[in-house]
């Protein structure tokens, strides 16, 4: 029962980015900033960090999997959000191995997934016609909205996740040296 945890709880946060907007006050929906709820990844930098051994990929398994699931449900292209998706939490996982995990690096390598992530989603957009905003715009409206939301997200997941997740990781891949 407990292998199905993270896949329920990815899903959870799937479905809760459709509604995340909503929760928000009309006065920041209306305003010329636009938050991008990352929810989905946020999870994914905690299983990147805190549930991985050196030698397994769950969590780039994982994006992959609920990258192609944002891109069917809430996006016209397939692949966008896989892509970025999978090669943020790859990066992420990288860096993880030179970082302890703690508060300060679960921060720090959030908030460089969250602004790679997203910077190639923008970037793709971009080239495929999607997105016709000025880098200015995107960085002061788009990105920077988007981040400080996800990090306070993530902020908000601490407490809740990082020793379950921990946990969960040092009972399910005991004695496994691969994917």
Do not use: C
């Not at 010329?32 to 929810?39: A, E, N, R, Y």
């Not at 549930?51 to 016209?76: K, M, Q």
């Not at 788009?142 to 993530?154: D, G, K």
């Amino acid at each position: 029962m407990k292998r199905l945890y993270l896949p329920l709880i990815l899903f959870l946060f799937l479905v809760l980015e459709g509604v995340a907007l909503e929760l928000l006050p009309d006065n920041l929906i209306k305003s010329d900033w636009f938050f991008v709820p990352h929810w989905v990844f946020v999870f994914l930098v905690y299983l990147a960090i805190f549930y991985e051994r050196e030698n397994t990929y769950h969590s780039v398994i994982y994006a992959l999997v609920f990258g192609l699931l944002i891109d069917i449900v809430y996006t016209g292209i397939l692949g966008i959000y896989m892509f970025s998706y999978g090669i943020a939490i790859y990066i992420i996982h990288g860096l993880r191995k030179i970082l302890h995990g703690n508060i300060y690096v679960t921060i720090l390598l959030g908030l460089i997934g969250i602004a790679l992530s997203d910077i190639s989603i923008n970037i793709i957009f971009s080239l495929v016609g999607m997105s016709e905003i000025l880098w200015e715009d995107y960085f002061s409206n788009r990105l920077l909205p988007t981040v400080i939301s996800n990090l306070v997200f993530l902020l908000i997941l601490y407490p809740i996740f990082a020793k379950r997740i921990s946990r969960w990781g040092r009972e399910q891949l005991a004695g496994r040296n691969t994917i």
